[in-house]
C-alpha cells in the first residue's frame, strides 16, 4: 500500500490511502479506485479529478461534512466550456437542481445546496453506499457513430444514487475548485467570457 499517515485535521488513528485509479476510461478508472478503497476497508471514498485545483485542505474541509452525516458531498467547479444543455452559460459550473423541467444552475458562493445534477471531479462518500449500488457503479456512454465517449458517466452515476438508494447530494458551493484546461478555469470566466460559445461556433 502507499504511505498511510495522520494528517494535521484527520483524527488521532486515522489512516488516509491514496489511490490512483488504472483503465482505459474514467468509468473503469472509478470502478478501480471503489474496488480497492473497499479492499481496503475504506469508510469514506473522495474522488479528487487530475483536471482539479484546489486548496490544500480541500480533503479535510469534505471529510468534515461527510462526518456530520452527509453520505455525499461534492464541491462546485466550471465546467471547460459548453454543454448540450440549451440554457448553460460558458464555463457555467457542473452543478444543477432540478425544478419541475427547469435546470437551475447552483452558484458559487451559497453556502451548502442540494443538486440533482453534477460531476465527480471532487467529492466524497461514505463507503457503505457502493455497497448498496447495483454493479457496475461507473459505466460509459458511447457515440454508435463516432465510437467516441459521451462522457456521461459521472453524471448517470449521480442520478443513480438518488434514484435507486433515495441519497440527497449536497454540494459545498463555496469550496474554491479551478478545472484545468489549456490554463485553470475558475468561476469568474462565466462572467467575465459571456460570448465564448459563440465565438467557438463561428
Not at 473522495?46 to 479535510?60: E, G, K, R, T
Amino acid at each position: 500500500k502507499a504511505l498511510v499517515r495522520t494528517q494535521r485535521g484527520v483524527n488521532a488513528g486515522d489512516e488516509v490511502e491514496w489511490i490512483r485509479g488504472n483503465g482505459w476510461c474514467s468509468a473503469t478508472r472509478h470502478n478501480n479506485v471503489v474496488n480497492e478503497a473497499l479492499g481496503w476497508g475504506a469508510d469514506y471514498i473522495c474522488f479528487f479529478d487530475p483536471d482539479q485545483v484546489a486548496s490544500h485542505d480541500i480533503f479535510l474541509r469534505l471529510l468534515a461534512w461527510a462526518r456530520q452525516g452527509m453520505p455525499v458531498v461534492g464541491a462546485l467547479y466550471p465546467n471547460r466550456g459548453m454543454t448540450s444543455h440549451p440554457s448553460q452559460r460558458p464555463f457555467e459550473a457542473m452543478g444543477y437542481r432540478q425544478e419541475g423541467a427547469t435546470m437551475v444552475p447552483l452558484r458559487p458562493h451559497t453556502g451548502l445546496q442540494r443538486a440533482t445534477h453534477m460531476g465527480t471531479g471532487c467529492m466524497i462518500l461514505e463507503a457503505q453506499v457502493f455497497r448498496g449500488l447495483t454493479r457496475p457503479w461507473f459505466t460509459e456512454s458511447i457515440d454508435p457513430t463516432t465510437f467516441r465517449r459521451r462522457g456521461s458517466m459521472d453524471v448517470y452515476f449521480v442520478r443513480r444514487l438518488q434514484h435507486e438508494l433515495g441519497i440527497p447530494i449536497i454540494v459545498d458551493t463555496d469550496l474554491e475548485i479551478q478545472h484545468l484546461h489549456w490554463f485553470p478555469i475558475d468561476h469568474s470566466y462565466t462572467e467575465r467570457f459571456p460570448d465564448w460559445g459563440k465565438a467557438m461556433a463561428e
